[in-house]
């Protein structure tokens, strides 16, 4: 499995662009990168999904350089309500199943 | 339209009393299912998986355990509270063999006091 390794914390204010970088060295050939977003006492919701190269949907952009050693999900003028946990995950998949492991994630706090 | 529910939200249970936390997806067939638990102001640790009735992977040893009697649910159990089987248990779901989004149930806060 593909370990994932991320910053702990990062602060910001609203209108800024946030960049969160994860690094997984050990990205497999077959491996998607995905971002998830936690608020306190809720379960993870997906943000945005990624093979190479970059990806953008309404919510924001995933840029994934083309060793796949690393991504950075990029949130576009935070506002204070982007104040979560984001946890970069690189999944395996198999033959018949599929089995996913979050790091630790990355607590994002956005000021006024 | 998939959705995912688990019960009960909350519980606060005694040390050595049993447990069970139930969980049902609805819209889709044959999914992956998760048992997640994260402990306040920590990532999520992956308990059991299961991608089939009767199929339980288990990734932790621990006082828990996890059965899928039928394909859309999933139940984790416990014969004996510990202290340390406190936190929020998250059920979650994925489709098999299609990449790797996984999506998350309302979660469970257990006490153990």
């Known amino acids: 499995l593909a370990k994932t390794t991320q910053p702990i914390s990062m602060d910001s204010y609203e209108g800024q662009e946030v960049n969160i970088t994860c690094s997984h060295n050990?990205?497999?050939?077959?491996?998607?990168i995905t971002w998830y977003q936690q608020f306190p006492s809720q379960g993870p919701r997906f943000i945005i999904q990624?093979?190479?190269t970059k990806v953008t949907n309404e919510v924001a952009s995933l840029f994934i350089p083309a060793d796949r050693k690393s991504s950075t999900l990029s949130l576009p003028r935070v506002s204070l309500s982007d104040t979560a946990v984001y946890y970069c995950l690189v999944g395996e998949s198999r033959t018949g199943g599929f089995k996913t492991i979050f790091g630790a994630g990355t607590r994002l706090f956005v000021k006024a | 339209s998939q959705t995912i529910h688990q019960w009960p939200a909350t519980l606060v249970q005694p040390v050595g009393s049993p447990l069970s936390l139930e969980c049902t997806v609805e819209g889709t067939s044959n999914p992956n299912l998760y048992w997640y638990r994260q402990a306040a102001g920590r990532g999520l640790q992956l308990l059991f998986y299961?991608?089939?009735?009767?199929?339980i992977s288990s990734e932790v040893p621990q006082n828990l355990s996890a059965s899928r009697p039928q394909d859309r649910q999933f139940i984790l159990s416990s014969k004996k509270l510990l202290l340390s089987d406190s936190g929020f248990y998250l059920c979650?779901?994925?489709?098999?063999?299609?990449?790797?989004?996984?999506?998350f149930g309302e979660g469970s806060w257990l006490t153990v006091v």
């Open positions: 990624g093979y190479k």
């Open positions: 050990n990205i497999a050939t077959n491996d998607y």
């Open positions: 299961s991608v089939g009735i009767g199929q």
């Open positions: 979650a779901w994925s489709v098999q063999e299609t990449g790797n989004t996984i999506y």
